[in-house]
């Protein structure tokens, strides 16, 4: 079964640090998303991509996170500096976009946690 | 802030009994999907609506979409144990152009007591 790999499974580090997530969708996806999941906000839409090019980043915190494609088999999540409150399961999905989008298909995500 | 609502947050039910989550938006959704998590793991895809009025059964699951495609609903008949987990509806919506957003709602945590 083709699934969505994210990489690290689980990311502990200390306040300041930067942190990296990669996420590989599904070949032949055009459509990436990062979702961040916790508590209090539920699934919240960080940033999505189709054909690589970023279309919309507005829940992301520009001052601290960023989002790349690479290329077609890499999206990356990068937060630097990372903070406390930046701890949260995040997962990256992709689908099919033409007219409207095919059902989206997670990874297992990247529990991070920031002290 | 969230656009796409769920009611109830939490629901606790005995076996057998009958379970449904309501999901309504903001504005109007080009098509709406559902989703389920279980507990430690990751959404799974389990349907997509997208005509006004449509009713889906799947086994034991009923979703339905409102006619004016702003309110969706999942009904479980008879939960089993293996229903336990997190429902999530999310709503597609056109934000112009190229733009669609899926944007998920608060979900429903259902917990099944055999």
């Known amino acids: 079964d083709a699934r969505v790999t994210q990489t690290p499974r689980h990311k502990v580090t200390e306040m300041g640090q930067e942190v990296t997530m990669r996420c590989q969708p599904i070949l032949g996806h055009n459509t990436v998303f990062w979702y961040r999941q916790t508590m209090m906000q539920g699934l919240e839409l960080l940033a999505y991509f189709r054909n690589r090019a970023p279309l919309d980043d507005s829940g992301m915190p520009k001052d601290r996170f960023s989002a790349e494609m690479p290329d077609a088999t890499l999206a990356t999540l990068k937060i630097q500096p990372s903070e406390p409150r930046d701890s949260a399961v995040y997962f990256c999905?992709?689908?099919?976009?033409?007219?409207?989008?095919?059902?989206?298909?997670f990874g297992n995500g990247t529990r991070l946690t920031v002290t | 802030g969230q656009q796409v609502m769920q009611i109830p947050q939490y629901q606790h039910v005995q076996e057998g009994e009958d379970f449904t989550t309501y999901c309504n938006s903001s504005t109007t959704l080009s098509n709406i999907q559902w989703y389920k998590q279980r507990p430690g793991g990751h959404p799974v895809f389990l349907i997509q609506?997208?005509?006004?009025?449509e009713v889906k059964k799947q086994k034991r699951l009923t979703f339905q979409f409102g006619e004016a495609k702003k309110n969706s609903s999942l009904h479980i008949t008879a939960t089993q144990t293996t229903d336990v987990g997190t429902y999530f509806c999310a709503g597609l919506m056109n934000y112009g152009g190229a733009t669609n957003k899926l944007i998920f709602g608060t979900g429903t945590l259902l917990a099944v007591q055999p």
């Open positions: 609506l997208v005509k006004s009025g």
């Open positions: 999905a992709s689908g099919l976009t033409n007219s409207g989008i095919s059902p989206l298909h």
